[in-house]
């Protein structure tokens, strides 16, 4: 028995090999091996209306669906190419394989180009909020994220943005913790940062992550305080942010990966506060991005507020081409911790250029400190790299920090030396 399925992605076909014992359970199981949408996120329903509920609201509660696991599909009157309508509330597995083509195809304009009503209302691309992360917290290192913050607030005075790479570590329970952050070159305005990203540099940056035991978990920026505001008000993200931050998450390809950002607000009292917050960019955005329908190359003038999108897609019943940007995040609980690394040496890519007498400055005041935790700090061997193997040297090192070991006689001797060149 074939029975056809109709969701949101479209006309699909399930088959049920034993059509007399089948129950809604079968069903269920048999949609998610054949079809790949997670039992546990199904909703059947005989009515055509579930496609057009919200399942961020009650309207769904009101179109009568299949609840009963143990009801026949017999005694539903379910038979060879019955119709039904699934909606679900998780990403899919994996993408279904392609409908087999048919040897027969209408000509002319009638045929191959008629539509029904399930047809349009299963094209919907339909935009609403997605409720939980896939990252169910995130835990800054107290003295990167203040390192980060007082260069924004005093030496910057939130009048530029500001970016950086978060490197930590993703927990089984899907939570972060960021131990590092990179700051690669930049360009930036009050609106605008640009990412000057070099491959090579780059590649210091992971092999230094990897003898650590971290990876790039996210991305950190700050919002400067002259940036454009909306006519209407105050946003959260602006359109250029949400696309900036979505492009670098689809390119992470990581669940679990964050966008943090740092901006001033005014307390009750009329004092200034900095103040992080962590997001995720949805599923739902995330998907327009890659099927390339989410503008990124915004005019001047557009509203921050809204982002564009290059087809109409359903907002709160509405048909638009602008979403407001608050629809596409996701929030995400943050805490701080002390984490295992230093972050006294000077930061790479700022006004002020890192050289090695600042090693030598480095290593001269911690004298009385073991030598692995003098230099236990992730921007002092981002200058180590410089003058080491990427491929075996730097992780190494990286990997006698995070055991805390015995530093190599050769290593010591090494470092030692550079400082005393200067």
């Known amino acids: 028995m074939i029975l056809r399925i109709r969701s949101r992605e479209g006309l699909e076909r399930v088959s049920i090999p034993e059509s007399e014992s089948a129950t809604v359970a079968t069903l269920h199981s048999l949609i998610e091996s054949q079809l790949g949408v997670p039992a546990e996120a199904q ?23 299949l609840s009963d696991p143990s009801a026949s599909l017999s005694s539903l009157g379910l038979s060879h190419g019955s119709f039904l309508y699934l909606s679900s509330s998780l990403p899919r597995l994996s993408a279904p394989p392609p409908p087999p083509r048919s040897a027969f195809a209408p000509a002319g304009s009638f045929g191959r180009n008629k539509m029904t009503i399930d047809d349009l209302i299963a094209r919907q691309i339909r935009i609403t909020r997605q409720e939980n992360p896939h990252c169910v917290s995130a835990s800054f290192d107290r003295a990167s994220a203040n390192a980060f913050q007082l260069y924004v607030s005093e030496t910057l ?53 990897s003898g650590l035991g971290m990876t790039r978990v996210g991305f950190v920026f700050t919002q400067a305080v002259g940036r454009k505001k909306s006519d209407t008000g105050e946003y959260t993200l602006s359109a250029r942010e949400v696309a900036q931050a979505t492009a670098l998450q ?26 992080l917050e962590a997001f995720q960019m949805s599923d739902m955005c995330l998907k327009l991005f890659r099927d390339g329908l989410l503008q990124t190359d915004l005019p001047e003038d557009a509203d921050p507020r809204l982002s564009r999108v290059n087809k109409e897609v359903v907002v709160a019943g509405k048909d638009t081409k602008e979403v407001d940007n608050d629809f596409f995040l996701v929030p995400v609980k943050i805490s701080d911790h002390q984490g ?37 700090d992730f921007h002092l061997l981002l200058l180590l790299s410089k003058f080491l193997d990427v491929n075996s040297d730097v992780p190494a090192l990286a990997e006698c920090v995070k055991n805390q070991g015995t530093v190599p006689e050769g290593y010591q001797l090494l470092i030692e030396s550079l400082a005393a060149a200067s």
């Not at 059947?44 to 399942?55: A, E, V, Y």
């Not at 329970?173 to 700051?183: A, C, G, R, T």
């Not at 250029?353 to 001269?364: N, P």
């Open 250 to 275: 689809a390119e992470a390809a990581a669940p679990e990966w964050v966008t943090a950002v740092v901006k001033l607000e005014v307390d009750e009292d009329g004092g200034a506060d900095v103040h």
């Open 43 to 65: 909703t059947l329903s005989l009515d055509p209306k579930l496609l057009l509920s919200n399942s961020n609201s009650n309207s769904e509660a009101q179109v009568s669906t």
């Open 157 to 209: 005075a939130f009048s530029i943005k500001r970016g950086g790479f978060l490197y930590g570590h993703v927990a089984s329970d899907s939570s972060l913790s960021v131990q590092f952050i990179y700051e690669p070159p930049q360009h930036a305005t009050e609106d605008l940062l640009t990412l000057l990203r070099d491959p090579d540099k780059e590649r210091l940056v992971h092999a230094i992550a």
């Open 340 to 376: 295992p690394l230093q972050c006294t040496f000077p930061i790479e890519n700022r006004i002020t250029t890192v050289t090695l007498r600042a090693l030598k400055s480095h290593l001269d005041n911690s004298k009385n400190m073991p030598f692995v935790k003098r230099i236990s």
